[in-house]
């Protein structure tokens, strides 16, 4: 018995939950979870229109895991947690309707980046918050005209791309990506 539990992988743990935070807006407000018109399985679908700047949806974190899975959302180096509500049913796109911002609560909030209309479907690209990404398919399904055809993290992003997301994206990624791009220390041989 010990040796056929030895085989089976690991998944993480919820290691703490953690409460929405107290803001005056439901985070769901303007948004409800549809199947999507492509047939592809849920997605969330904006109820009420939203202009390009608004936040879409306030994101929460339901609890923090102790390493990356295929439902994870990363919040920091190294670090990840699942996300509450509607969050998780917001589907990937190569050219979204929408970025992320970071909140009190160290979550993602889902910022319009143009203006989107009622029954549109509200997408993000996993990259503005996911460094690599590495359980998802090789193949990019989202169908847009931009598609890059597989579902990157933000180190394998184009720098055109990474510009034009600006401000929305995980404020860790572009200091990630730096560490990345800068040499390593050159330390002092011992006198």
Known sequence: MAATLALLPRRP???????????????????????????????????RPFAAGETVMVGFLIGALTGNDSHATQVGPGRWSRLGGLAPKVNHSCDPNCGVRLNEGQAFDYVARRPISVGEELTFDYAMRNFTIDHFPPVCTCGAARCRGSVTGWKDLPAARKVDYGELVAPYLRVMDGDLRSPPAVRAAPS
């Open 13 to 47: 743990r919820y290691v703490a939950t953690i409460r929405p935070p107290l803001t005056t807006r439901l985070p769901e407000e303007g948004v409800e979870l549809r199947r999507t018109a492509n047939g592809k399985g849920d997605g969330v679908v904006a109820t």
